[in-house]
């Protein structure tokens, strides 16, 4: 079992639409929970970071994380075309807990 | 501010040569990564500095990587006898203080690295 796994897509979404991506991890001492988004050919730039269960919001975006089923999501509202990129979930890890293991990431594509 | 930087933002080498990367972290952060990203491979993590120390290794792929900081701030990551699956994209990130895990990486914008 790889210790972050995210479906690749692509995910297709028309503009306008609410757009789903899912990450599941294997260690349950994961505390810290970041989404990263990244264009082609560019480095990855933060969206959200996640520490509590539940949801938290910001602008279009929410990130919900539930310890339990070690299951965080990130829910893109209003797609725009300009959202087409790949999401990176990834997790604290290690015994400093600095170390982050990233999922292999999903593409998303939004469609005009 | 200024983000994190690294150079060179593009290196071609032969097979067999070292290269060393250089990362520039944002003013006043105090921990430094590096990770690197190639097609299959995805993200990984290599080292983690805090200050001028190592405290973690474990993603070095063999002993032809090394990275050292310092003046806890510039950090130089070489790779030794370069071969062809060492080709990726080498990304620094920093982050302000190692909070136990809740600190936010920013990444800057990669090396790509080719070896021919």
């Known amino acids: 079992q790889k210790e972050v796994e995210q479906n690749s897509g692509p995910l297709s979404v028309p503009e306008g639409a609410i757009a789903s991506l899912n990450c599941t991890y294997s260690d349950r001492g994961s505390q810290s929970f970041f989404w990263y988004r990244q264009y082609s050919g560019k480095s990855p730039e933060l969206i959200m970071s996640?520490?509590?269960?539940g949801d938290k919001e910001d602008g279009r975006f929410t990130a919900q994380l539930n310890k339990a089923s070690q299951y965080v999501s990130l829910l893109i509202r209003d797609s725009q075309p300009s959202d087409s990129a790949t999401y990176l979930c990834?997790?604290?890890?290690?015994?400093?807990?600095?170390?982050?293991?990233f999922g292999a990431g999903t593409i998303l594509r939004v469609k005009s | 501010g200024a983000g994190v930087s690294q150079s060179p933002s593009n290196k071609v080498t032969e097979k067999g040569k070292d290269v060393e990367l250089r990362c520039d972290p944002i003013s006043g952060h105090t921990a430094l990564y590096w990770y690197r990203q190639s097609l299959g491979q995805g993200l990984e993590f290599l080292i983690y500095?805090?200050?001028?120390?190592?405290?973690?290794k474990s993603g070095l792929p063999s002993d032809r990587f090394s990275a050292e900081r310092t003046g806890g701030s510039v950090s130089t990551l070489t790779i030794q006898r370069t071969q062809q699956e060492d080709s990726a994209v080498y990304l620094c990130?920093?982050?302000?203080?190692?909070?136990?895990?809740?600190?936010?990486?920013?990444f800057g914008p990669g090396t790509r690295l080719t070896v021919l």
């Open positions: 500095f805090q200050g001028n120390s190592a405290p973690d």
């Open positions: 990130a920093s982050s302000l203080a190692p909070a136990g895990g809740t600190d936010t990486q920013y």
């Open positions: 990834a997790v604290n890890w290690g015994e400093y807990g600095n170390k982050l293991v």
């Open positions: 996640i520490y509590s269960n």
